[in-house]
């Protein structure tokens, strides 16, 4: 059979690595199976695309769609005209798509209008949140869904609810977590000053890049100088998202102990977030790593599809409003914070089972 596998934005390569190194295994044990990798181009930058193909060791895409830039529905048309094409040229027996970006959503509907099979992997989870792009994506993915790969048991709940039949919920556990887990011993320090200087567990890192985060400089500003104040001195590392880029240049704000860099390779992010004494984020993938690495995780939105991140994980959900923050990153601060209860199958060995499950399923 041959699988076509859709990667297009920062958070799908982490996803697609362990997946393409099992197909790769199973080759290597002489199965007759093939895949095509199509890069949609939604991201392409280099530090927001290419670093990740060269550290993950994910191979260079059999096609790129070009599809990036432009508002939503351009780049979602975009997509899907290019990816059509891609489809009747080499017409798979499934499409695989991961998370929830804008190529997730356009590619399997594409795929599915074409009459080919689609699974979702880290298919079920719903924030409820229907201002986030994301959600619509995955509501609109799983709606169409052959096979689900989910990452929790609340996953498999909302899917059951929605009226989706057993057989097509495949509980296999998270395939970001098989990346973190793969590449751990290969965590590096970044080059540079800044970071020669950091000692563990005596500093901060964050992210930000959502919407509701970022795009009004007022409340960006406000939510920093809450971040600045409740972790008193110590070093922030806060790689920039190029979506945050543009605004906070027009703040100008100078604080000794804050140092934006650009976004940074897999290998040395997830070398700083180990040894952080806590991260702050809006994103959702970065809840999923604190938690395995128990590092403690504040996560600056009113929801999150992640609940086992809260439950089980180290994230704690404090929201969008900056006064509310000081006493969790207070309780950071005191090293008073939940540990890691261990989330189930989030085991390393996700993309073993989704192959596995594949392969039985179209061979
Ligand atoms: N990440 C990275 N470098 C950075 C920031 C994040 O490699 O400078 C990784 C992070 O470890 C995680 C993924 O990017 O694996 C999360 O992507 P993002 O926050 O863009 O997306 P989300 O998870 O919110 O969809």
């Not at 295994?25 to 060269?54: A, C, I, N, P």
């Not at 919407?211 to 104040?229: F, G």
């Not at 993938?285 to 991140?309: D, K, Y």
């Not at 006493?327 to 601060?333: E, G, N, R, W």
Request: with cysteine.
């Amino acid at each position: 059979p041959l699988f076509t596998i859709v990667a297009g934005a920062r958070p799908n390569f982490m996803k697609i690595a362990p997946i393409i190194h099992a197909f790769q295994k199973r080759q290597k044990e002489g199965l007759d199976v093939s895949f095509r990798l199509v890069h949609t181009g939604q991201h392409y930058d280099k530090k927001m695309s290419g670093d990740f193909f060269e550290q993950l060791s994910i191979p260079d895409p059999d096609a790129n769609l070009g599809g990036g830039g432009g508002t939503q529905a351009e780049q979602t048309g975009a997509i899907m005209v290019a990816f059509e094409k891609e489809l009747m040229e080499n017409r798979p027996n499934l499409v695989i798509v991961v998370g929830d970006v804008t190529s997730t959503l356009a590619c399997s509907i594409a795929a599915k209008k074409l009459q080919i099979d689609v699974a979702h992997v880290e298919g079920g989870i719903r924030s409820g949140d229907l201002s986030m792009p994301e959600e619509i994506n995955r509501m609109v993915t799983d709606s169409i869904t052959d096979h689900f790969f989910t990452t929790s048991e609340i996953a498999n709940n909302n899917l059951r609810k929605a009226g989706i039949p057993e057989e097509k919920i495949h509980f296999v556990g998270n395939t970001m977590i098989d990346t973190l887990m793969a590449q751990l011993p290969h965590f590096k320090k970044p080059e540079g000053d800044i970071f020669q200087k950091l000692e563990p567990k005596n500093y901060f890192v964050m992210t930000m890049h959502r919407p509701a985060n970022v795009d009004q400089e007022q409340s960006l500003k406000a939510m920093i100088d809450a971040i600045l104040e409740g972790t008193e001195g110590l070093p922030i590392i806060f790689p920039v998202h190029p979506r945050t880029a543009k605004n906070l240049q027009n703040l100008g704000i100078d604080a000794p102990n804050l140092h934006m860099c650009e976004p940074l390779g897999y290998l040395e992010f997830n070398y700083l977030v180990k040894n952080a004494k806590g991260v702050i984020t809006d994103s959702g993938g970065v809840t999923e790593e604190t938690s395995v690495m128990n590092v403690p995780c504040v996560t600056l939105r009113n929801n999150t599809e992640r609940a086992e991140t809260i439950h089980l994980g180290t994230n704690e959900l404090v929201g969008t409003d900056p006064s509310k923050l000081r006493p969790y990153l207070q309780k950071i601060m005191r090293g008073e914070w939940k540990q890691y209860q261990g989330i189930p199958l989030w085991d390393g060995k996700t993309a073993e089972r989704i192959v596995d499950i594949l392969i039985h399923s179209y061979s």
